[in-house]
């Protein structure tokens, strides 16, 4: 561990989804986001989690959920990796589609992606790593809209 | 926090006050038991109102639709009332916002049941 990289080891438990949500705000609130931002932050690493422990480890006591923050010089990157078959993302349903909206699951990659600015799924045998990125403030992401 | 219900009867609507978080967990159980025995005892129209409720996740959405769509199969109504911003917001950017019917006057939407 660097000073601006923590990881965590988490059970495969719901215990784990609510520290992996806590963690995330608290180390997006010291990163200087705004409270909007931390709270979209939270959700995403939240949804992560939930797959993870869930749909990647199925609350397997033998897996683990490996949850890891790091600040680079423009970014706040969240990484969770699971001990799963592996996230197969062409076969999630677009939860936005009229036959969709009504079903009871399937959001949460999708919100995952609409609260991080990049979403990097990469799945395995041996699980799945989810990367999520978000701009830290005055970086590229305005640099984006000042272009625009 | 732990979500919390509390119930209450306004002219024939039953209106479930909910505070807190319904998330994956608890929170979801509370509100499917909760609902599941409305609809036991005959009372199909509901009012969910999410004033004190701070926070959802996708698996509280899910529940939200469930709730919804059970209702509905049985011939009853569930309408939400006093979305916070935080949950209006995710019910815009997964379209939910027009599935559901959304009242933010109480008495208004008690009336609009009959």
Redesign the interface.
Known sequence: MTANRVSYTLDSTLETVDSAEQAASRIAAETGFEDDEITRIAMAVREAAVNAVLHGNAYDPQKKVKLEFEITGNDLVITICDQGKGLDESKIPDPLAPENLLKTSGRGIFLIRSFMDEVHIRPSQTGTEIKLVKHVRGTSADAKEASQ | MSMKISSRQVDGVTVLDCSGRI???EGSVILRDTVAQLLSSGQKKILLNLGDVNYI???G???L??A??TVRKQGGELKLLNLTK?VHD?LQ????YT?FDVKDDEAAAVKSFN
Do not use: P
């Open positions: 998330t994956l967990g996740d996708s698996s959405i899910g529940e639709v469930s919804f769509t935080k995710l950017i997964t379209k939910l599935v």
